[in-house]
């Protein structure tokens, strides 16, 4: 599922994060859960994020919730996907339509937070065309491994979690300190993808060089 990416040679973060979705997802299997219906719940969940945020920056916090309950199930279906062996075409791609959908969910939960609307745009664009370039890069025939990058989707999770959930604490101290937790997440998501856009950029030279006669 992962075009080849070995566990055992990833960041003990990815490791771990993996595991718990082989381990969420064996049962889930069993109960004869769809992995499209986790996707679904997982895309209800990123709506929810800036939904929960229209009553109020106190919400922040349970708008991170949200995007930690996103995140799982959007790993979890693809362990149960494998699992069960019922892998599709119309499941990837469900899934990767759901993973962009529910990254503008999660800075416009920010942007409400406080975050500039310029600043959540630009964090939005970036991570899209960093997908975009991943794809492409893939398609002339760079590794899959070589495509990971500081910027991936585990990276948007835990900035936007993390982010919102310090706006929603920075609020019982001042309004001010819950907008700057805001920014400072969708500065971080901005640059880290600027990162990876560079570190993309780097593969598809790699590839292109050893293509030279």
């Known amino acids: 599922m992962h075009g080849g990416l070995d566990p055992r040679r990833a960041t003990w973060a990815i490791r771990g994060w993996l595991r718990l979705a082989y381990l969420c997802g064996r049962p889930l299997a069993r109960q004869r ?61 469900y899934q990767a339509a759901a993973c962009r959908i529910g990254e503008a969910c999660w800075l416009t939960a920010l942007w409400l937070a406080g975050a500039p609307s310029w600043l959540v745009v630009g964090a939005c664009g970036v991570a899209w065309l960093h997908e975009y370039v991943r794809l492409q890069a893939t398609l002339v025939g760079a590794n899959r491994a070589a495509t990971v990058t500081m910027a991936e989707l585990p990276m948007r999770v835990s900035v936007s979690a993390a982010g919102l959930a310090l706006s929603g604490v920075a609020h019982l101290v001042s309004a001010e300190l819950a907008i700057g937790a805001a920014t400072m997440a969708a500065t971080v998501w901005l640059l880290l993808g600027v990162g990876g856009l560079i570190q993309l950029g780097d593969a598809v030279n790699t590839v292109l060089k050893d293509r030279r006669p």
């Open 33 to 93: 859960i769809s992995a499209n219906t986790l996707t679904s719940i997982g895309l209800l969940g990123s709506v929810a994020a800036p939904l929960v945020m229209l009553l109020g920056p106190g919400w922040a916090t349970a708008a991170g919730a949200f995007v930690l309950v996103t995140a799982l199930a959007g790993t979890v279906d693809g362990a149960v996907a494998v699992i069960t062996g019922r892998a599709t075409p119309w499941g990837t791609v």
